[in-house]
């Protein structure tokens, strides 16, 4: 469905309304009303009482949706290509390469440990 159709059925709803206040609405008017009903419900818009129009919640779901699936897409990429370039601007890039770092150097002294078996501490039971 277009932005289009749903600017159509806002502006037809917005001149009913000004017949209204004006009470010039005719015969041909409720045909109309009712014909903009069926159009609403066919195109699947609902009506937003706060702003008074009728909205395609759909298409502004998918388009968030959209835009969230580009984005899980496209940052591997960019992260490749920019690597640690990227990541001197992102905050959140440094403290995930800082952590990064730390777990690594942990890791390392825990192996080394491991490796050094019988030089570690041992306790004295007696």
Same mark, same amino acid.
């Given at each position: 469905? +277009? ?8 502006? /037809?709803? !917005?001149?009913?309304? #000004? ?6 609405? %005719?015969? /041909? ?9 069926? /159009? ?5 818009? %609902? ?5 008074? /129009?009728?909205?395609?919640? $759909? ?7 959209? $835009? ?8 591997? @990429? ?9 990541? =001197? ?5 440094? $403290?995930? %390469?800082? !952590?990064? =770092?730390?777990? %690594? =150097? ?6 080394? #440990?491991?490796?050094? @078996? +019988? =030089?570690? $501490?041992?306790? +004295? @039971?007696?």
């Amino acid at each position: 469905m +277009s932005k289009e159709s749903t600017m159509l059925v806002n502006d /037809t709803l !917005n001149l009913l309304r #000004g017949k209204l206040i004006r009470y010039v609405l %005719e015969d /041909t008017d409720m045909r109309m009303i009712a014909n903009l009903v069926q /159009t609403a419900d066919q195109l699947g818009l %609902e009506y937003d009482q706060e702003s008074m /129009t009728y909205q395609d919640r $759909r298409a502004e779901e998918a388009r968030r949706k959209s $835009r969230a699936q580009l984005a899980r897409e496209l940052e591997p @990429g960019l992260n490749a290509i920019f690597g640690m370039e990227y990541a =001197k601007h992102d905050p959140e890039a440094k $403290r995930q %390469e800082t !952590n990064r =770092k730390a777990r %690594e =150097k942990y890791h390392a002294k825990k192996k080394k #440990g491991k490796a050094n @078996g +019988s =030089k570690a $501490r041992k306790t +004295s @039971g007696g």
